[in-house]
Antibody
Framework: EVQLVESGGGLVQPGGSLRLSCEASGFTFSSYAMSWVRQALGKGLEWVSAISGSGGSTYYADSVKGRFTISRDNSKNTLYLQMNSLRAEDTAVYYC??????????????WGQGTLVTVSS | DIVMTQSPDSLAVSLGERATINCKSSQSVLYSSNNKNYLAWYQQKPGQPPKLLIYWASTRESGVPDRFSGSGSGTDFTLTISSLQAEDVAVYYCQQYYTTPFTFGPGSKVGLK
């Protein structure tokens, strides 16, 4: 069974940093691109970032470019999102999602349960 | 960026009746080289992550009941629930995966009448 388990969320002050992790199991992790998608409370879904299966290609939403960094460790089956210079508007549940292809550009399935990031003083 | 819009924002449907949700993209998500529409539909119930229903605009994900169907091409798409069941109460999102940034529609909330 494919499983994605996020961790690392929490309360952080504006301007602070946080690193999210997503541990994957049940599939050949390096064969699939991965994405982070966030959802503010009561709001819709916003794609944040994607990374190819090898880790050689990364993509970002304009809203996080230059502040967030996506990476992966295929030896540990783990996806990361380093979030710096956090703002109140980054407050959301962050989901990791498995892409359907190795290079990005596929649908997302499955999604993890999400981890809540709250940016507040 | 490709902007995704959905209509209606919400709808109330009686059990056993049809629910129809429309999704429009600001530019075509049909890739001419393979004639595939890079459009997916997701269902999200309260407190749960989104669940994939449909990909390639009309291909039902394994295990998804056949009362769910997707149609459309280019810029206009539709998700139809042919006979609404109580467990279908949820928010439904369309998403284009044609190009980054991957974008979602704002969601359509389906409830019971």
């Amino acid at each position: 069974e494919v499983q994605l388990v996020e961790s690392g969320g929490g309360l952080v002050q504006p301007g602070g940093s946080l690193r999210l992790s997503c541990e994957a199991s049940g599939f050949t992790f390096s064969s699939y691109a991965m994405s982070w998608v966030r959802q503010a409370l009561g709001k819709g879904l916003e794609w944040v970032s994607a990374i190819s299966g090898s880790g050689g290609s990364t993509y970002y939403a304009d809203s996080v470019k230059g502040r967030f960094t996506i990476s992966r460790d295929n030896s540990k089956n783990t996806l990361y999102l380093q979030m710096n210079s956090l703002r109140a508007e980054d407050t959301a549940v962050y989901y990791c999602a498995k892409d359907s292809v190795i290079s990005t550009g596929g649908w997302f399935d499955p999604w993890g349960q999400g981890t809540l990031v709250t940016v507040s003083s | 960026d490709i902007v995704m819009t959905q209509s209606p924002d919400s709808l109330a449907v009686s059990l056993g009746e049809r629910a129809t949700i429309n999704c429009k993209s600001s530019q075509s998500v049909l890739y001419s080289s393979n004639n595939k529409n890079y459009l997916a539909w997701y269902q999200q119930k309260p407190g749960q992550p989104p669940k994939l229903l449909i990909y390639w605009a009309s291909t039902r994900e394994s295990g998804v009941p056949d009362r769910f169907s997707g149609s459309g091409s280019g810029t206009d798409f539709t998700l139809t629930i042919s006979s609404l069941q109580a467990e279908d109460v949820a928010v439904y999102y369309c998403q284009q995966y044609y190009t980054t940034p991957f974008t979602f529609g704002p969601g359509s909330k389906v409830g019971l009448k």
